[in-house]
């Protein structure tokens, strides 16, 4: 009854949790890859080129992009952020509640903190790579101006953990998913109309512009489109990102103590 | 070897806000045995479980397990201990291979490693022919044979089960009761807590009743069932409601009876000889039943309920 004979891997117990994620994604993927890769050419496609056609007959550029241009950016913000969403609300409540494959993962040597760094941790793989692929698909539409468009994947995977990181706290303590459809209805779906993501800040009406710096979903935007056509200034870049990144720490903190909480109280 | 016990509690105590699941329970587990913990819904046997499984905290009291303290090396005592919750919590959209060898990657067991034992556990819980099939097409004694797999894969020196065989058909459960004596005979240590007598007593060779959050009693099923009852129990049922009555004039017959809704209960030692002086009596019950004494009248003479109502 020796363990000796296993020779351990020494893995960081957080690294277990990304990988059993990861592995779980592996074994599940199949629908999800395909439309990684078509949704954004159909969306560029027809709000880009189509509605596009449009607004260049109407107004010409926005803020010195074409509309296909000035979308697409956008575009890899707001898939981010669905990601986050979509990886964190459902599926961990069933991991606490009804499928409670968390609480299996807690009676192993991992620690509630293991099992949510491994979860964001994933969450941000998903993003990262999810990120590449939008970066080769927006280039390809002729979308990407700067070198700095080489930053987006990363982008991609902070939006994500901004979002995801306080949604898994959240959902850590439901005890049951009522309140997740109103967060999507009035959270999710107004915050990708209405972050800048299809018209500028300007189209607003002025008392309404400094509004729009409290929607997270804003500052992903306008990060994507900083590193697409590599403008914007240094100090709007560094609020943004502030913005993102206490967004996310604020969030582990959160899950860190509702995982406890949940798991081995 | 040493003789210290293989997991030690003392004065362990759970709260949860006002509400106290534990209240303060002490016992010693000696490696290679098999204990249990008896007592109804709610008496306090998961949150103990949870504790003695280094997952929860105790809220006070002293916790030992493996010579090891939970408070600081939970990860390293967990890593020891196999659990086998009431719920199966297994990966229903995954096969039945998948779900022990992912699991086992918690416990950092290298992938080869991984998959031998994987399809030797297979093997022990007869699941080898639904390796590939998902966990949503199994039956319920399947999937809670699978969750003892999966407590197994980083070969545990103690397995913890709690409620193991409720929901499952008699057959189930007496196939599961066979794997879990072939455990013990490999030499691992098993606590099991359940609301079955019957099970309690196949399975345990020392336990403990709770109620309440306190342990009522502790030992062997056998010296539990000598201690707090007669040899015997004559059951009897009248087909009235009137059974105050009737306790009165049956008193004289029995050490110590109990009224229950739907029966009487006479402690004896020779059940035959009390029918024979009923009948002497003109007592006519409409049916009558003599059976040796179970946990069941331990935990009746002790809280005055019974176990499963």
Not at chain 1, 44 to 53: D, E, K, N, Y
Request: some cysteine; glycine content about 8%.
């Amino acid at each position: 009854m020796s363990n000796a004979l296993d020779t351990p891997l020494g893995r960081p117990r957080w690294q277990r949790s990304w990988w059993y994620h990861a592995k779980y994604y592996a074994q599940t993927w199949r629908g999800s890859v395909a439309s990684t890769v078509l949704f954004p050419i159909f969306y560029l496609s027809a709000l880009g080129v189509g509605v596009g056609h449009l607004v260049s007959a109407h107004t010409g550029l926005v803020q010195g992009q074409t509309y296909l241009h000035f979308i697409a950016p956008s575009l890899l913000a707001t898939t981010a952020m669905q990601l986050g969403e979509g990886e964190s609300l459902w599926p961990v409540l069933a991991a606490v509640k009804w499928i409670r494959s968390y609480h299996a993962a807690a009676a192993t040597p991992l620690e509630p903190e293991d099992i949510l760094v491994g979860k964001l941790a994933w969450v941000v793989t998903r993003a990262f790579v999810t990120g590449i692929v939008y970066t080769v698909v927006i280039g390809a539409f002729g979308a990407l101006q700067s070198w700095w468009c080489l930053t987006l994947p990363f982008i991609g995977g902070l939006i994500a953990l901004a979002f995801s990181a306080p949604l898994v706290a959240f959902a850590a303590r439901a005890q049951s998913d009522g309140s997740f459809t109103t967060i999507y209805r009035f959270g999710f779906v107004p915050m990708f109309l209405f972050s800048a993501t299809f018209y500028p800040v300007s189209a607003y009406p002025g008392y309404l512009r400094p509004l729009v710096q409290f929607v997270p979903l804003y500052h992903g935007v306008a990060l994507a489109r900083a590193a697409a056509f590599g403008e914007g200034s240094w100090g709007a870049i560094a609020l943004h990102l502030t913005f993102l990144v206490v967004m996310a720490i604020a969030g582990v903190v959160w899950g860190r103590r509702t995982m406890r909480r949940r798991l081995v109280d | 070897m040493t003789t210290s016990p293989i997991l030690e509690a003392h004065e362990l105590v759970k709260s949860f806000g006002d509400l106290t699941a534990v209240k303060g329970v002490s016992f010693a587990i000696e490696r290679g045995e098999s204990f249990g913990f008896l007592g109804p819904n709610g008496a306090g046997k998961t949150s103990t479980m949870r504790m003695i499984s280094a997952v929860s905290q105790p809220s006070s009291g002293s916790l030992s397990i493996l010579g090891l303290d939970p408070r600081t090396h939970g990860p390293e005592i967990r890593g020891r201990l196999g659990v086998v919750p009431q719920e199966d919590t297994l990966e229903l959209e995954l096969s039945v291979r998948l779900n022990l060898e992912m699991f086992g990657r918690y416990f950092d067991i290298p992938r080869e490693v991984l998959r031998e034992r994987a399809s030797e556990l297979l093997e022990f819980t007869q699941l080898s022919e639904r390796a590939n099939d998902k966990v949503d097409n199994l039956s319920g004694g399947m999937k809670r044979r699978l969750t003892i797999a999966r407590a197994l894969i980083n070969r545990p020196e103690i397995l913890i089960l709690d409620e193991p065989t409720t929901g499952l058909d008699p057959q189930a459960r007496h196939l599961l009761w066979e794997r879990l004596y072939r455990l013990k005979r490999e030499g691992v240590t098993l606590i099991i807590t359940t609301h079955y007598m019957d099970e309690a007593e196949q399975l345990c060779d020392r336990l403990v009743v709770m109620d309440h959050g306190s342990i009522v009693a502790q030992g062997p099923p056998r010296e539990l069932i000598a201690r707090h009852s007669t040899r015997e129990v004559v059951e009897l049922r009248f087909g009235t409601d009137s059974h105050d009555e009737l306790r009165d004039r049956l008193t004289p017959f029995a050490q110590r009876i109990e009224t229950l809704p739907d029966r009487i209960l006479l402690y004896v030692d020779e059940g035959d000889d009390t029918l024979r002086e009923l009948h002497a009596a003109g007592i006519t019950p409409t049916s009558a039943l003599v059976r040796r004494s179970s946990l069941e009248d331990v935990f009746l003479s002790l809280t005055g309920r019974t176990l499963v109502d």
